[in-house]
T-cell receptor, first 120, second 112 residues
Framework: AQKVTQAQTEISVVEKEDVTLDCVYETRDTTYYLFWYKQPPSGELVFLIRRNSFDEQNEISGRYSWNFQKSTSSFNFTITASQVVDSAVYFCALSGESRYSGAGSYQLTFGKGTKLSVIP | KAGVTQTPRYLIKTRGQQVTLSCSPISGHRSVSWYQQTPGQGLQFLFEYFSETQRNKGNFPGRFSGRQFSNSRSEMNVSTLELGDSALYLC???????????FGPGTRLTVL
């Protein structure tokens, strides 16, 4: 079974501080995909990034960066110089081929989410 | 390109009733998945459809069902509603199995 753990339930930071959201995953699939989604108060999940299990290169996109470490099964997300608009719930998710339904099904397993509040 | 759309956005039903939710995927996307989000259980996978066939199903009772039409639009149905079915139901579409899923705004269902 797959599992995603986001140990931080809620984090509060003051604007312009850096913040790292932790994500630890468990899977027996050899090929899998990791994702981060943002859920603002409106409720819609906004896709941020996808990372393949065979690509451990870290990625930076503006103020966002992601650190994927296969050795520790972690996929952490850092926001640099946080802004009020970053306030949201952030979800880490994992997908891999379903062993029970055969090829082609890559359902997402989500962590419980981390609620980030950026205080002005 | 237009995003994933879901209708209705809000629904209030009473116990024992049934409900049908609709999802229109991004144009060209053939895979549609449904997720239930509750404060207690978080985001849980319901089922996935691809080319009108259910490809995978989560651990939900048979009261939860779905289907997909030839234009990739999908509906999910919940029969004999229970209080615990109150949730945000999210639909997501993707171009293929290896791609990221894009989510709609959700349908917030309240069961009284």
């Amino acid at each position: 079974a797959q599992k995603v753990t986001q140990a931080q339930t809620e984090i509060s930071v003051v604007e312009k501080e850096d913040v790292t959201l932790d994500c630890v995953y468990e899977t027996r699939d050899t090929t899998y995909y990791l994702f981060w989604y943002k859920q603002p108060p409106s409720g819609e999940l906004v896709f941020l990034i996808r990372r393949n299990s065979f690509d451990e290169q870290n990625e930076i996109s503006g103020r966002y960066s992601w650190n994927f470490q296969k050795s520790t099964s972690s996929f952490n997300f850092t926001i640099t110089a946080s802004q009020v608009v970053d306030s949201a719930v952030y979800f880490c998710a994992l997908s891999g081929e379903s062993r029970y339904s055969g090829a082609g099904s890559y359902q997402l397993t989500f962590g419980k989410g981390t609620k980030l509040s950026v205080i002005p | 390109k237009a995003g994933v759309t879901q209708t209705p956005r809000y629904l209030i039903k009473t116990r024992g009733q049934q409900v049908t939710l609709s999802c229109s995927p991004i144009s060209g996307h053939r895979s549609v998945s449904w997720y239930q989000q509750t404060p207690g259980q978080g985001l849980q996978f319901l089922f996935e459809y691809f080319s009108e066939t259910q490809r995978n199903k989560g651990n939900f009772p048979g009261r939860f069902s779905g289907r997909q039409f030839s234009n990739s639009r999908s509906e999910m149905n919940v029969s004999t509603l229970e209080l615990g079915d109150s949730a945000l139901y999210l639909c997501a579409s993707r171009a293929s199995s290896y791609n990221e899923q894009f989510f709609g705004p959700g349908t917030r269902l309240t069961v009284l």
